[in-house]
C-alpha cells in the first residue's frame, strides 16, 4: 500500500469514525439515494431534523452536495478496500 493510499485509508476511517450514530445512519441512506423526506420517515425524525445532521455531515466530510459526499465515501471506500 503506497503512502497515499494509507493517508487515505485513515481519512476515510476516521472521518466515518467521527459521525455520531445517527449521522451514520443517515450518511448510509444518503448513500442508498433515499430523499430527505424518506429519511425522515425511516428514521422517524422531522424533516428539519435530516437537514441539520445532512448539513453536520458535508460539515464533516468537507463537501457541499450530496454528490460530493457520494464520491467522497466511494473514493475512500474504494481506497481503504483495496488495502
Same mark, same amino acid.
Given at each position: 500500500?503506497?503512502?497515499?493510499? #494509507?493517508?487515505? #485509508?485513515?481519512?476515510?476511517?476516521?472521518?466515518?469514525?467521527?459521525?455520531?450514530?445517527?449521522?451514520? #445512519?443517515?450518511?448510509?441512506?444518503?448513500?442508498?439515494?433515499?430523499?430527505?423526506?424518506?429519511?425522515?420517515?425511516?428514521?422517524?425524525?422531522?424533516?428539519?431534523?435530516?437537514?441539520?445532521?445532512?448539513?453536520?455531515?458535508?460539515?464533516?466530510?468537507?463537501? #457541499?452536495?450530496?454528490?460530493?459526499?457520494?464520491?467522497?465515501?466511494?473514493?475512500?471506500?474504494?481506497?481503504?478496500?483495496?488495502?
Amino acid at each position: 500500500m503506497t503512502e497515499r493510499e #494509507q493517508i487515505a #485509508q485513515i481519512e476515510y476511517v476516521a472521518k466515518f469514525g467521527k459521525l455520531s450514530k445517527r449521522e451514520n #445512519q443517515v450518511t448510509k441512506l444518503l448513500f442508498e439515494g433515499k430523499t430527505g423526506r424518506m429519511i425522515a420517515a425511516e428514521l422517524h425524525i422531522s424533516e428539519n431534523t435530516v437537514k441539520y445532521y445532512i448539513k453536520n455531515i458535508y460539515y464533516k466530510f468537507n463537501v #457541499q452536495s450530496r454528490t460530493e459526499l457520494i464520491c467522497s465515501i466511494l473514493k475512500g471506500k474504494n481506497e481503504f478496500l483495496s488495502k
